[in-house]
């Protein structure tokens, strides 16, 4: 059974920087594309960054330049690391293969950007 677990969200001031961490377990990462998603209060998921199997990164337009997402395979560990971050930012972001599995769904880890 394939279980995805985020972690390391929290409250950050704006311009302020996190880094979350998406631990797979039951299936090897390495093998998939994933990406990390958010879902802002009253707006629709969205993909903000993936990886490929062979490390090509795409990012969408509002966060390309401030996000990375990276990926450790000995780990079966998918990292976005978030600098410059904006109220806008705030959402629970979740991980996921690329495109989504909907049964791989986790419960998120939620990102506050406020002062």
């Known amino acids: 059974q394939v279980e995805l677990v985020e972690s390391g969200g929290g409250l950050v001031l704006p311009g302020g920087s996190l880094k979350l961490s998406c631990v797979v377990s039951?299936?090897?990462?390495?093998?998939?594309?994933m990406g990390w998603y958010r879902r802002a209060p009253g707006k629709q998921r969205e993909l903000v960054a993936s990886?490929?199997?062979?490390?090509?990164?795409n990012y969408a337009e509002s966060v390309k330049g401030r996000f990375t997402i990276s990926r450790d395979n000995a780990k079966n560990t998918v990292y976005l690391q978030m600098n410059t971050l904006k109220p806008e930012d705030t959402a629970v972001y979740y991980c996921?293969?690329?495109?989504?599995?909907?049964?791989?769904w986790g419960q998120g880890t939620q990102v506050t950007v406020s002062s």
């Open positions: 996921n293969r690329d495109p989504p599995i909907y049964v791989f």
């Open positions: 990886i490929t199997a062979g490390g090509t990164t």
């Open positions: 039951g299936s090897r990462s390495s093998i998939n594309a």
